[in-house]
């Protein structure tokens, strides 16, 4: 009972039943100023005609152009003004300048890289082409002879993290989708306390939607009473609004800025198997040292500006002299972030690249499969010209119907010749692709609408480094543990099942 009274009153709650009284008081409004005007009705639907034609003229990909013309012919008096409301990807023109202002401040901070760029030319054009790509539409240059290290379960990064922050001497910067009170967070907070007492600059962003049923309300306040500075990314406030849309998915820890982490792992006991959710929880994380790590810091103080409206100046967060890396590893590191704010879709970009370049093979961690026809088309053409194309998910689902809408694309992809593996210990939370023994990339971009559209996303690309194979080696290992997925089981569905997947297809550009 008391669990259920904390769930009705919690705020998340409230703002949800707040946001849905408007849809419905708008709703209302609009049928009852039609009882009055009847030529209401008439401008209505004429309205959501010009809309639909507008959608199908639009750059959107075509599944989430189908979602929304089928939800206005659906609904024509109110489905035009829905879209103009909450389906219109064309963000606040306030919201993009200032984002825009703010990413161009962390530009000028970024060495321009391409003398390594055309280097890496004289060994692979496909894979310079890709850094260039990166460099010039993500503001993210290339390095080379760092080091980096992959870590194939969450409590292994969560070790090595620990290790690291108690070494920093100048400041702390970490942001994260989700963060909960427990053995993680708590480790790690006391640390940020004692560091931040010791006179070091500490800073956390945290996405409020991601950590509105995990952290008490207004923690904030805790926080920064601890010495600890605070952003929380987009406030769930009850408006009706597609800003709402747009979430901080990134997983960044920078100290003091020649160490970063990232990955797939949040701030939470499930991450780290202390607590079981969905059974084991596989993940991964992923370390640099070196100068890689500037793109990191950029990426973070960027977002903090961005929040708090602040100008910072990223020249006293530069070190003046890195410490020698563990190694000098051979190779090429480029982190990069993928902003929905600015219409171009860099993760998914560099997603499709290695799979039309690769080869031999291409193995794909993804915990959700929500795929527009681009991708599937790349996955299936590499498949049927014979490169080894092999995708893990989960076995145990984290959310019902997402997992359904990843099933769904099953039977497609393995008539194509595409093998699906689904990890049977529990949920598959890591987001990594590994081609050819050379190129990796690593972070948290997973292949479902939302992460490659709408959040802010974060990822290391990778070329020919030692942690390239990594995450091959920790990729075949882990089959072991997934069971295959078969023509026999999912090529010949039930009607019904078949037509519950083609609904849910339908609307997984809103999931």
């Not at 956390?204 to 939607?209: A, E, K, S, T």
């Not at 991708?375 to 080894?388: E, H």
Request: aromatic share 12%; with cysteine; glycine share 6%.
């Amino acid at each position: 009972m008391k669990k259920l009274l904390s769930l009705l009153f919690h705020r998340v709650t409230i703002v949800g039943l707040a946001i849905a009284a408007q849809l419905v008081a708008l709703i209302l409004m609009i049928g009852r100023f039609g009882n009055f005007f009847p030529q209401f009705y008439l401008f209505s639907t004429i309205l959501s005609a010009i809309v639909v034609i507008a959608i199908v003229s639009s750059n959107s990909k075509p599944g989430y152009k189908m979602t929304w013309i089928i939800t206005i012919m659906l609904f024509p008096i109110f489905g035009g003004l829905f879209y103009l409301m909450l389906g219109n990807r064309r963000t606040d023109k306030r919201m993009q300048k200032k984002m825009e202002q703010v990413r161009l401040h962390g530009q000028e901070t970024l060495s321009v890289s391409d003398p390594i760029v055309q280097e890496l030319a004289k060994i692979d054009k496909h894979a310079a082409n890709q850094a260039r790509y990166i460099q010039d539409h993500g503001a993210f240059p290339l390095y080379r002879h760092t080091y980096s290290k992959f870590y194939p379960v969450g409590e292994s990064v969560f070790e090595a993290m620990l290790e690291e922050l108690r070494k920093a001497e100048h400041y702390i910067f970490m942001e994260y989708f989700i963060i909960n009170e427990g053995i993680m967070w708590n480790s790690i907070l006391d640390i940020l306390v004692e560091k931040a007492r010791q006179g070091v600059d500490v800073r956390l962003i945290y996405d409020d939607l991601g950590c509105a049923f995990r952290l008490p309300h207004k923690y904030d306040q805790k926080l920064e009473a601890l010495g600890i500075k605070v952003a929380i990314f987009h406030p769930f406030t009850p408006t009706l609004s597609a800003r709402q849309n747009n979430r901080d998915h990134r997983k960044i820890t920078v100290i003091d800025g020649h160490t970063g982490f990232t990955g797939g792992i949040n701030l939470a006991d499930e991450y780290i198997n202390v607590i079981e959710r969905f059974g084991h929880w596989k993940d991964s994380g992923f370390m640099i040292k070196g100068e890689p790590v500037w793109s990191l810091t950029v990426m973070f103080l960027t977002m903090w500006e961005y929040i708090q409206g602040t100008t910072e100046d990223f020249d006293q967060f530069k070190p003046n002299q890195l410490p020698p890396p563990p190694l000098r590893e051979p190779g090429y590191i480029q982190p990069f972030g993928d902003n929905p704010l600015d219409g171009e879709p860099v993760g998914e970009t560099v997603y499709l690249n290695l799979i039309n370049r690769a080869q031999d093979y291409i193995y794909i961690y993804s915990p959700y499969l929500i795929l527009d026809i681009e991708m599937v088309t790349a996955l299936s053409l590499a498949a049927k010209s014979g490169v080894d194309v092999r995708i893990m998910t989960p076995y145990v689902a984290d959310k019902t119907i997402v997992h359904a809408v990843t099933r769904s694309y099953y039977p497609e992809l393995l008539k194509s010749g595409v093998r699906i593996y689904e990890y049977v210990p529990g949920f598959m939370h890591s987001k990594a692709f590994v081609a050819d023994d050379e190129v990796a990339v690593v972070g948290t971009i997973n292949l479902d609408y939302r992460s490659l559209y709408l959040h802010f996303e974060n990822g290391v690309w990778l070329y020919q480094t030692p942690s390239v194979l990594q995450v091959r080696d920790d990729f075949l290992e882990t089959l072991k543990d997934c069971e295959e997925m078969s023509l026999d089981v999912y090529g010949n569905l039930s009607v019904y099942r078949r037509f519950k997947w083609s609904v849910l297809r339908l609307i997984a550009p809103l999931l």
